[in-house]
């Protein structure tokens, strides 16, 4: 059985992901790093800061409430004769904390986006279609049986 079909093809993963990526690109917090190439003003740096640390605390919450039901479904399945329920019940609050963690990182994303010039977007999209070329390339060149 080819690996994609059995543990899932990471290549295939950032096919999926892209979506929620495109948005992602308007993080706060990257785009402050970004602040001289996009030519911020002040009043910017300021609402975007502004909008990296509101959402700060409760993102990371929301982090370890994951990375503590990670654990407790690893110590679940660790048994010779793990309980399915209680590792679903693991899984599932895992999922549900990741799940909240993303929306907030969406959230925040969205909220800078708006935070931008029509002029900075142009540019920020410029960067990311050519990252996105660049990506595609990169994935025919490690699978070029795969290429058309």
């Known amino acids: 059985m080819p690996r994609h079909e059995m543990m899932g093809d990471p290549m295939d993963m950032q096919g999926m992901m892209a979506p929620m990526m495109q948005v992602m690109l308007f993080a706060p ?3 402050l790093a970004r602040k ?5 003003t002040a009043d910017q740096v300021g609402r975007l800061t502004a909008l990296r640390d509101a959402r700060q605390a409760e993102h990371d919450a929301a982090m370890r409430d994951a990375r503590a039901h990670l654990l407790e479904l690893r110590q679940a399945a660790s048994v010779p004769a793990p309980d399915t329920s209680a590792v679903k019940t693991h899984f599932q ?6 799940g909240k ?3 907030l990182a969406l959230v ?3 909220q800078a ?6 002029a900075q977007r142009t540019k920020l999209q410029a960067w990311a279609d050519s990252m996105q070329t660049w ?12 290429s058309h």
Request: hydrophobic share 45%; charged share 20%; no cysteine.
């Open 113 to 118: 986006k708006a935070v931008l010039t029509d």
């Open 135 to 146: 990506m595609e390339q990169h994935r025919r060149m490690m699978k070029p049986s795969e």
């Open 93 to 98: 609050a895992a999922h549900t904390a990741m």
């Open 108 to 110: 925040s994303a969205l």
């Open 36 to 40: 001289d190439a996009l030519g911020f």
């Open 101 to 103: 963690a993303h929306w």
């Open 29 to 31: 917090q990257h785009l």
